[in-house]
């Protein structure tokens, strides 16, 4: 069955915008509307970190991308192994509503 090319999507991708911005931090607010990505670049002993870009989303497509980002994980790590994550091996600490006794 042949595809029909005028039902395609093209999507154009600027020189400019092929570079691509590195950031090494997100910071993620929403509304009942949408959903706000500020991607950040913090360096090493400056106390000012840089927004580089801001993503304004719906919480649909939101939520579309946390599906293809954790698709795209699990490819990533079934090629090339798990990706270690150091500060999530924080020891578990129970909260004062967790523990039970008599007083």
């Given at each position: 069955?042949?595809?029909?090319r005028?039902?395609?999507?093209?999507?154009?991708?600027?020189?400019?915008?092929?570079?691509?911005?590195?950031?090494n931090?997100?910071?993620?607010?929403?509304?009942?509307?949408e959903?706000?990505?500020?991607?950040?670049?913090?360096?090493p002993?400056?106390?000012?970190?840089?927004?580089k870009?801001r993503?304004?989303?719906?919480?649909?497509?939101?939520?579309?991308?946390?599906?293809?980002?954790?698709?795209n994980?699990q490819?990533?790590?079934?090629?090339?192994?798990?990706?270690?994550?150091p500060?999530?091996?924080?020891?578990y600490?129970?909260?004062?509503?967790?523990?039970?006794g008599?007083?």
């Open positions: 069955m042949e595809q029909n005028e039902n395609q999507l093209q999507i154009e991708l600027k020189e400019n915008i092929a570079e691509g911005v590195y950031a931090l997100a910071i993620i607010a929403h509304s009942s509307s959903f706000v990505i500020d991607f950040v670049r913090m360096m002993g400056v106390a000012k970190a840089q927004v870009s993503i304004v989303m719906t919480p649909e497509h939101a939520k579309r991308l946390m599906f293809a980002l954790q698709d994980i490819k990533y790590e079934s090629q090339f192994g798990k990706i270690n994550m500060e999530l091996r924080v020891p600490i129970p909260s004062m509503n967790d523990l039970k008599d007083a």
